[in-house]
T-cell receptor, first 113, second 115 residues
Framework: AQKVTQAQTEISVVEKEDVTLDCVYETRDTTYYLFWYKQPPSGELVFLIRRNSFDEQNEISGRYSWNFQKSTSSFNFTITASQVVDSAVYFC??????????FGKGTRLHILP | EAGVVQSPRYKIIEKKQPVAFWCNPISGHNTLYWYRQNLGQGPELLIRYENEEAVDDSQLPKDRFSAERLKGVDSTLKIQPAELGDSAVYLCASIRGGAGANVLTFGAGSRLTVL
């Protein structure tokens, strides 16, 4: 069975601080896909990144970076030098080869000015 | 390219009334999903279609929920009768499908309030 755990329900940091959002997943599949989505106050889910299970390279995109570690079944997301516009709910998701995609409960991030 | 279109955006009904939500996916996307998002929670998968076929409806409460995707394009999700606990945002998403590497594109959602 697939499962995604985002243990941090809510995080508050002051602007310009770095913050890491944790994601732990469970799956029996050898081929799977991991995603992060952002849900700003407007409500629409926005795709941020996708990784497949064979690619453990970390990725950096501007102030965003992702750390994928199969050994600990984790796919953590770090925002460097956070900004108020980063305030949102962030969801980690897990998909399999059959396109079944499930989500974690999300982490609500508050960036305080 | 138009995104995933959902309607209505908001619906307020009394309990025991029926309600229906409509979704038009991105053109060419053969796989369509309905998720339910309760307040403060992540999206929960209700049903997934590949073309006209419901390939995963294990989480759909079949006593009161039904869905259809005639002709493999638009889809409708119905609740009859609605209960107070059905208040949530109903999200539709679509992908082109195949091999599991695809990124979901979500609609804006239909927010249901049951009084």
């Amino acid at each position: 069975a697939q499962k995604v755990t985002q243990a941090q329900t809510e995080i508050s940091v002051v602007e310009k601080e770095d913050v890491t959002l944790d994601c732990v997943y469970e799956t029996r599949d050898t081929t799977y896909y991991l995603f992060w989505y952002k849900q700003p106050p407007s409500g629409e889910l926005v795709f941020l990144i996708r990784r497949n299970s064979f690619d453990e390279q970390n990725e950096i995109s501007g102030r965003y970076s992702w750390n994928f570690q199969k050994s600990t079944s984790s796919f953590n997301f770090t925002i460097t030098a956070s900004q108020v516009v980063d305030s949102a709910v962030y969801f980690c998701a897990l998909g399999n080869r059959d396109d079944k995609i499930i989500f974690g409960k999300g982490t609500r991030l508050h960036i305080l000015p | 390219e138009a995104g995933v279109v959902q309607s209505p955006r908001y619906k307020i009904i009394e309990k025991k009334q029926p309600v229906a939500f409509w979704c038009n996916p991105i053109s060419g996307h053969n796989t369509l999903y309905w998720y339910r998002q309760n307040l403060g929670q992540g999206p929960e998968l209700l049903i997934r279609y590949e073309n006209e076929e419901a390939v995963d409806d294990s989480q759909l409460p079949k006593d009161r929920f039904s869905a259809e995707r005639l002709k493999g394009v638009d889809s409708t999700l119905k609740i009859q009768p609605a209960e107070l606990g059905d208040s949530a945002v109903y999200l539709c998403a679509s992908i082109r499908g195949g091999a599991g590497a695809n990124v979901l594109t979500f609609g804006a959602g239909s927010r249901l309030t049951v009084l």
